[in-house]
């Protein structure tokens, strides 16, 4: 018993050295600034601006984002996937029709991106209405895929629920046999989507959280730039 009682103790001083370190938890921005003189005219130039920089630094995976989307009762979801693309038009990412995010999309168009790169201090957040990509973009994008990455995309019911792990390896088992000599077209359920952007923010870490934040807004098919306060 007292063993118990003193490991209850240690437990709960634990517990409160960890509330009181998450809220002093803080990192002051100092790596560089931004002033408006510095963007580009127009947002997806700034993001490519942006993006090679963050490749040049060898950020970790520069091309994950956080996708947020709201179901048709107003519960928003968010999740990362990965930006395999983006142009004038907007922005691509790839997925399962039939997955949350797709079904979420189905009912509401509208969603957000977010970028961090901490390594760089900076963030990218773009709003805007998500479209399905033709099928010749998805399956252009789906065979240039690892074998692997299509075997996956057939074998995997994306967010239904599995009773056991092995009902995806067997299933990837039995795929990896059935297409071992033959093309893997890509299923009809998986494909491309393009988020049209009409708003996009840069934000720049600043010391003592006096950030740098400008907004692109869309208006009358005119980008629209002004700065945000922290």
Not at 35 to 52: C, H, R, T, V
Not at 93 to 100: L, Q, R
Request: charged share 25%.
């Amino acid at each position: 018993m007292i063993a118990l009682s003193k490991f209850y103790e240690y437990f709960c001083s634990k517990q409160i050295n960890m509330k009181r370190n998450i809220a002093d938890l803080r990192k002051d921005y100092v790596k560089d600034v931004l002033m408006k003189s510095d963007l580009a005219s127009n947002p997806i130039d700034q993001f490519n601006e942006w993006f090679g920089q963050a490749i040049d630094s060898e950020v970790k995976e520069p091309n994950a984002l956080i996708l947020s989307t709201v179901s048709h009762d107003g519960f928003p979801s968010a999740r990362v996937v990965l930006l395999k693309g983006v142009d004038a038009l907007g922005f691509r990412f790839f997925t399962n029709y039939n997955s949350s995010k797709g079904k979420e999309l189905m009912q509401n168009p509208n969603a957000s991106m977010t970028f961090f790169w901490p390594e760089l201090e900076q963030q990218i957040r773009i709003n805007g209405c998500v479209e399905k990509l033709d099928p010749k973009a998805s399956d252009d994008y789906f065979d240039s895929r690892p074998q692997g990455s299509k075997i996956s995309a057939i074998a995997s019911n994306q967010s239904s629920k599995v009773n056991r792990r092995e009902e995806l390896t067997e299933e990837v088992d039995r795929l990896n046999k059935l297409y071992e000599n033959n093309t893997i077209v890509r299923p009809e359920h998986w494909g491309g989507y393009l988020l049209v952007p009409h708003k996009i923010e840069f934000w720049q870490g600043r010391s003592s959280r006096l950030h740098d934040r400008f907004l692109y807004e869309k208006v009358n098919d005119t980008w629209e730039i002004n700065r945000l306060a922290p």
